[in-house]
C-alpha cells in the first residue's frame, strides 16, 4: 500500500531559514513561488538571462519577489526549485547553476525528465529531489487560495544530507499539496508515467475529437453542430466524471443510450495493443530520444504539425463557433 502523505504527517519547519529560490517564473514558478511566500517563507526567484528587463523578471518584481539572474538565486539560496521547461533545463543548468552549487544545497526539480536521461548530473553533495503538483500552475494558486490543495508527488534521487525527504515533503507543504495528499514514487515512474499520459490521453483524446468532427463533417452535418459535438460535449462531462467517479455518472448521470453507447460501442474505438506499445517504446527511453532529438533539430516536426493543424476545417470552425455561440 502506498503512503498518502497529509498536513498532519509534515513538518515544514525544516524551511524555515532557508531561502527557496524558484528557477523559472513560468506557469509552474508562479504558482508555486507564491505559495510558498504564503506558507511563510522566503522565496526568491530567478530568470534566465544575464540582463535586466526580462519579462518574468519584471512579472516576478510586479509580484512582490526579488528577482535576479540564475546564477545569483543559485548563489543565495539553499533550495532550488527548478520549474524550467525540459529542452531548457540542461543549458541553464551547466551555464548558470553548476558553477555555483556548494554542498549541502536541495535541487528539487518539476518533472524528471533531465536527471532520469542523464541531461543534468548533479554532483554527489547536494540533494536531488522531485515535486510534481497533478495541475496546471494556476489551478494550483487558485486551491491554493481556497484553503486547499491539488494532489502531488515527491521523489528522492540522491539524498546527500540525510533529510532529504523531509525537505522535499515540506516543499510539497509548503505549495500546498498535503492538504489533499502526495504520494512517493520514482523518478522513473513520474517522468515517464507523465510522458505516457501526454501521448494517449491528451494524445488520444484530441484525436478522437478530431476524427469525431471529421467523420460527422464528411458525410454531411453542419461543421457547428459537429464541433459542438466533438468538444463542447465533452467538456460537459469530464468534471462530472471526476467528481463522482464514472461509474456513477454512467449509472446515474446520463441516458440509459448513452450508457450502452459507452459500454457496447467504446472499446471498438480503442487500439488496447498501441496502448501498450507507446506504453513499451516511454519505457525503453525512445520518446525521450525522439523528442530530445526533435527539440536539437528546431522543432521541425512540430512546426509543420502545427501548421496542418491550424490550418484544418476543426480550427477555423472552433474559431467561429466560439464567436458564435460564447465561450
Not at 25 to 31: D, R, S
Not at 104 to 120: E, P
Not at 155 to 180: F, P, Q
Not at 239 to 258: N, Q
Amino acid at each position: 500500500m502506498e503512503r498518502i502523505y497529509r498536513d498532519a504527517d509534515v513538518d515544514a519547519s525544516i524551511l524555515k531559514g532557508k531561502t527557496i529560490a524558484v528557477i523559472g517564473y513560468g506557469i509552474q514558478g508562479k504558482a508555486q513561488a507564491a505559495n510558498c511566500r504564503d506558507s511563510g517563507f522566503k522565496v526568491i526567484v530567478g530568470c534566465r538571462g544575464k540582463d535586466e528587463g526580462s519579462a518574468s523578471r519584471d512579472q516576478a518584481k510586479s509580484d512582490g519577489f526579488e528577482s535576479m539572474n540564475v546564477s545569483d538565486a543559485t548563489k543565495r539560496a539553499e533550495v532550488l526549485l527548478i520549474e524550467l521547461a525540459d529542452p531548457v533545463q540542461p543549458a541553464v543548468y551547466k551555464n548558470e547553476i553548476a558553477p555555483h552549487l556548494r554542498a549541502g544545497q536541495t535541487l528539487c526539480f518539476c518533472h524528471g525528465f533531465s536527471v532520469l536521461y542523464g541531461q543534468i548530473q548533479p554532483p554527489k553533495d547536494v540533494n536531488v529531489v522531485l515535486y510534481v503538483p497533478n495541475a496546471p500552475g494556476a489551478f494550483v494558486r487558485a486551491k491554493y487560495q481556497k484553503g486547499e490543495g491539488v494532489y502531488g508527488c515527491i521523489s528522492v534521487d540522491h539524498d546527500a544530507t540525510g533529510n532529504a525527504k523531509e525537505i522535499v515533503l515540506a516543499i510539497s507543504k509548503a505549495v500546498g499539496s498535503t492538504r489533499a495528499g502526495v504520494v512517493e514514487m520514482t523518478f522513473q515512474h513520474e517522468t515517464e508515467g507523465d510522458n505516457f499520459e501526454e501521448q494517449i490521453l491528451y494524445g488520444g483524446a484530441i484525436h478522437l475529437m478530431r476524427a469525431c468532427f471529421n467523420v460527422m463533417v464528411k458525410n454531411g452535418y453542419p461543421p457547428s453542430f459537429a464541433y459542438a459535438k466533438a468538444i463542447r460535449s465533452l467538456r460537459s462531462v469530464i468534471d462530472v466524471m471526476d467528481e463522482k467517479g464514472i461509474e456513477e455518472y454512467l449509472t446515474k448521470g446520463c441516458s440509459r443510450t448513452c450508457e450502452f453507447a459507452v459500454r457496447s460501442r467504446g472499446p471498438r474505438v480503442i487500439n488496447v495493443q498501441e496502448i501498450e506499445r507507446i506504453f513499451a517504446e516511454t519505457e525503453a527511453g525512445l520518446f525521450a530520444r525522439d523528442w530530445m532529438q526533435e527539440w536539437s533539430l528546431g522543432m521541425p516536426q512540430l512546426h509543420r504539425l502545427r501548421r496542418t493543424a491550424r490550418e484544418s476545417e476543426m480550427e477555423k470552425t472552433g474559431t467561429e463557433w466560439r464567436k458564435e455561440f460564447g465561450k
